[in-house]
T-cell receptor, first 109, second 113 residues
């Protein structure tokens, strides 16, 4: 069983649409991170959220950490083809990262 | 700065063969990690090293061994490869900043026939 459940696993949308990716768990994490991975490369950190209820914005990306620090969401406004990639959430437990399964996003022009 | 480097990028093995995946980082990080990535599974931790001279098992350590050769280098060894070890392997190191960011290498794509 996956400790961190991401949904949806696949998302194919048109340029300009909005989307939300969810990351849920029954466990509490001291922090939660979102990574983006492009084909043939390793994941790259987008953001870390630490405080329950925290909201962080990175241009058109908005990240939220749940009040109980068990879940998080990533919202993209007006998606662009350059947003295409694999998005991974990861929770920190005991100094280690626990990754969700990932959400494969495809944005078509 | 090269960051985290991994060799080789691609490898094909026959069942039962052995090999070592190499990883090095030039960021003076204490902690290093080995993950495997399989479709629909995210990244799963194989082994990690919190500091030079220490190693610990992660979620899926069976069939693997590691060596923290020095602060820069952390290798992963498959003694007798099995088809179930076909995967993409990533090495990462962790900074000491508040963000707890992990920096990943480009990965090694391994196929075991």
């Amino acid at each position: 069983t996956q400790l961190l459940e991401q949904s949806p696993q696949f998302l194919s949308i048109q340029e300009g649409e909005n989307l939300t990716v969810y990351c849920n768990s029954s466990s509490v994490f001291s922090s939660l991170q979102w990574y983006r991975q492009e084909p043939g490369e390793g994941p790259v950190l987008l953001v870390t959220v630490v405080t329950g209820g925290e909201v962080k914005k990175l241009k058109r990306l908005t990240f939220q950490f749940g009040d109980a620090r068990k879940d998080s969401s990533l919202h993209i406004t007006a998606a662009q083809p350059g947003d295409t990639g694999l998005y991974l959430c990861a929770g920190t437990q005991g100094g280690k990262l626990i990754f969700g399964q990932g959400t494969e996003l495809s944005v078509k022009p | 700065n090269a960051g985290v480097t991994q060799t080789p990028k691609f490898q094909v093995l026959k069942t039962g063969q052995s090999m070592t995946l190499q990883c090095a980082q030039d960021m003076n990080h204490n902690s290093m990690y080995w993950y495997r990535q399989d479709p629909g599974m995210g990244l799963r931790l194989i082994y990690y090293s919190a500091s030079e001279g220490t190693t610990d098992k992660g979620e899926v350590p069976n069939g693997y061994n590691v060596s923290r050769l020095n602060k820069r280098e952390f290798s992963l060894r498959l003694e007798s490869a099995a088809p179930s070890q076909t995967s993409v392997y990533f090495c990462a190191s962790r900074g000491t900043g508040a963000a707890n960011e992990q920096f990943f290498g480009p990965g090694t794509r391994l196929t075991v026939l």
